[in-house]
């Protein structure tokens, strides 16, 4: 038994990084959505204060706390914005044909961070 013909999308480079900034977003939002619902829901959960604290950090300012004032739009914000960013590169990477456990691999130790992060 032979396997399918798989035709291959016409698609150009920036209507796939659009696609994969429109997953990003999207994952982005999703993900905001749980961690907000779980610190509301859970007792002993607290707020994520990654996204903040990496853009904090990046700028040379001391870390924020959770009774910094606005600290939850930050923190949606910068989880858009860098949830946008990886879906753009995930999507140049399913353009250029970079697939499978490996793509994977990249992209998880490019996004992933280490302890120093949290």
Request: glycine share 16%; with cysteine.
């Amino acid at each position: 038994m032979s396997r399918p013909q798989m035709r291959a999308l016409q698609t150009t480079l920036l209507s796939a990084c659009m696609y994969g900034l429109g997953g990003g977003l999207i994952g982005g939002a999703a993900l905001f959505l749980v961690n907000r619902t779980e610190a509301l829901v859970l007792p002993f959960r607290l707020n994520l204060l990654f996204p903040a604290r990496m853009l904090f950090s990046m700028l040379g300012r001391p870390p924020p706390t959770q009774a910094t004032k606005g600290i939850g739009c930050i923190n949606f914000l910068v989880g858009l914005v860098y949830s946008g960013v990886i879906g753009i590169a995930r999507g140049a990477m399913a353009w250029y044909g970079i697939r499978g456990p490996i793509a994977d691999f990249m992209f998880m130790s490019e996004v992933g961070g280490g302890p120093e992060c949290y």
